[in-house]
């Protein structure tokens, strides 16, 4: 076993973190500059010159490209300065660190699983393809080696921070809440964003409060007999993924809204139409969603609790000692969407005040993790009886609070957003006036439109 392979996570945010802090400062501009934070990052590792292709290619992929297996810099400063979305693949597969892993394959190890592999080691089984990848990126969280790895969004962020006359906002995911210490509030974080550049942060549960009212119009008008069912698409790109993917026969009782990370983006630019929006976020998945075709150009890039701590660490931003500007943008419900059954509380309660006297009352099944994500899509394949009419998946551990990317553990993460949601004034999403405000701006006069106008509709639908 070679130590220096070990823990490579923390090791690649180490290298991540030194080329934020030299381009933010103006220290990284020639290929010269690369190839001396890639000789500081090989000392203070132990690796040998022979090693030297592994370094750098952690570097591109730090800096938001395509590892490329070449032994030199070349033109990666300029790819930087003119790119303006990072492309696909965002995970990928690094030579090297192989040979020192005991497993016998690189599986999705959250899938329980689809039997394919999803990063393979021979050139034969790369040519198979793997049209069963979920891109839930847990193959990358789970790689310890360094062997896989994900592109890191922000340097393209620096440049539109620092030089851009455009508005940046910054969309937080509700699974922020505590992820940053316990006296790191959301208003302490709004203000380390503006510190940075960014116009303001937005509360992605302004956008969850939306997409519940939608989803609740959508059930009361889908859902009208015992036998009727009705799967939410909001938030999990994982649990979309999975449907569209293998349960062809169930995709139709799919909910048509987008999530409320592509909300957030399409909206603010309908209302700031040369707004920049990055979403911050808890996985890796959603980083594979901002590039969809059906939904690219919504959000401009994505950055993860764990690089953003990186990020505060390397711009010397110390979070518990700002001064916070509070803002309440979002419901209970809204904000509870970052952990298991917070979807389906939401709509529930928006249901129950579009039609108090239901016959067919909401009853939801609430699941979380692939394994319980494929068990349930499987018995309503089979037709079985699950004695639930709304389904509610997450394929993170107890939802987005368990992501592979946050900095705290799960069940501390979700005491903290059920204790933020209950500090907001606003109590369902129907209550939300901040939502009766971006819909009377988008041309809309009552919460009935939002199924109802085509161009709302087209707004918070996929095509």
Known sequence: MDDKYLDFNEKRMHIFGELVKRYWNGRLNTVTDLDELTEDIMRRYGFHPEEKTFIQDHIRLAMGLEPTGNADFREE?????????????????????CEYCDRHSCECVSMGKYETLLYSRTKEEDEE?????????????????????????FLPIVDLLKESKEPVFAAAAPAI????????????????????????????????????????????K??????????????????????????????????PSISPMIASGRILKRLYPNAKVVFISPCIAKKSEALEPDLKGAIDYVIN???????????????????????????????LY????????????????????????????????????????DALSRHEDIDANFIEGMGCPGGCVGGPRTNIDTVKAT??????GEDSFILTP??????????????????????????????????
């Open 222 to 255: 889908l859902v009208k007999k015992k036998e009727d069912f009705f799967l939410t698409s909001c938030c999990c790109p994982v649990w979309f993924n999975m449907i569209k993917k293998n349960y062809p026969d169930i995709y139709e009782h799919l909910s």
């Open 415 to 420: 005491a903290m957003v059920n204790e933020f």
């Open 77 to 97: 400063l300029d790819l930087v300065k003119s790119s303006r979305e990072i492309s696909k693949p965002v995970v990928a597969k690094i030579e090297g660190p």
């Open 129 to 153: 393809g793997d049209d069963d990848c979920l891109e839930c990126g847990y193959c990358a969280s789970s790689c310890d080696f360094g062997s896989i790895a994900e592109k890191i969004e």
């Open 338 to 377: 970052a952990r298991k059954g917070g979807v389906s509380f939401s709509v529930k309660t928006v249901v129950n005040r579009l039609e108090p006297s239901r016959v067919i009352k909401l009853k939801a099944k609430k699941v979380d993790g692939v394994k319980e994500c494929k068990a349930i899509l």
């Open 177 to 220: 809440v505590g992820q940053f210490g316990d006296n790191v509030t959301m208003g302490k974080l709004r203000t380390a964003f503006k510190m940075m550049g960014f116009e303001d942060m937005i509360e992605i549960a302004l956008f969850a409060d939306i997409l519940t009212i939608k989803e609740a119009f959508e059930f009361n």
């Open 430 to 463: 129907f209550d939300n006036l901040n939502v009766m405000k971006i819909l009377k701006q988008l041309g809309i006069s009552s919460i009935e439109e939002i199924t109802q106008n085509e161009d709302m509709k087209k707004l918070l639908s996929r095509e």
């Open 305 to 335: 609790f764990r690089e953003l701590q990186e990020i505060f660490a390397a711009l010397e931003i110390n979070l518990e000692e700002l001064s916070p500007l509070d803002k309440d943008h979002a419901s209970l419900g809204g904000r």
